[in-house]
């Protein structure tokens, strides 16, 4: 996959994500197996309604935010009305983070709901993670999470100021691990 994310405000985040499938025996040609043939492109938005610590230092940050909320395919169907085609990573959430300062080290709790209204990749209901930051690697950041259907764990860490390494295991055997080159405009 591809994507370009810009954070225009430090509440505000627009992505625009482009995921490449390839073709499995429920979807196509035998010829075509294995191959990337399919993608899915859409928009994300992610909007901090509150700071973590705005009130009171136990408050975690408050997020609203959608992936794919518009993508419309199969005859005019939208796949958040329940369509089961396109658009499958529709969804919408609201999540809390609160992060732990423990001695030198930080522990990040993530807890969130999500939505969305496919037929055939429901993604509803509670999901969390943790987020550990050692202080000897304050760029590296090691992962678990739960999205209401699998585990996932993972890392990101960051050379140099631009470049983010990240790496995860879905389901304990899908690995998948990918470079970004961050521009920070200021």
């Known amino acids: 996959n591809y994507y370009l994310n810009i954070t225009i405000f430090p509440c505000l985040e627009v992505a625009y994500t482009c995921t ?58 939208f796949a958040t009305e329940g369509f089961s085609g396109n658009g499958f990573f529709s969804r919408f959430y609201l999540a809390l983070t609160k992060h732990i300062p423990i001695r030198r080290e930080e522990l990040a709790i993530h807890l969130s709901y999500l939505y969305n209204r496919r037929h055939d990749y429901h993604l509803n209901g509670i999901a969390g993670g943790i987020t550990y930051s050692p202080s000897m ?28 390494v990240q790496a995860m295991m879905q389901k304990g055997k899908y690995f998948s691990c990918g470079l970004t080159y961050l521009i920070h405009l200021k």
């Open 20 to 77: 490449l499938f390839k073709v499995t025996p429920q979807w196509g040609v035998q010829s075509q197996m294995g191959k990337f043939t399919n993608q899915d492109r859409y928009f994300s938005l992610r909007l901090r309604a509150l700071r973590e610590g705005q009130f009171s230092k136990y408050m975690p940050a408050i997020v609203l935010g959608t992936s794919d909320p518009f993508t419309e395919s199969g005859g005019g169907q």
């Open 137 to 164: 690697l304050s760029d590296l950041k090691l992962i678990a999470e739960y999205d209401s259907h699998d585990i996932l764990i993972g890392m990101n860490y960051l050379f140099i100021h631009h470049l983010l």
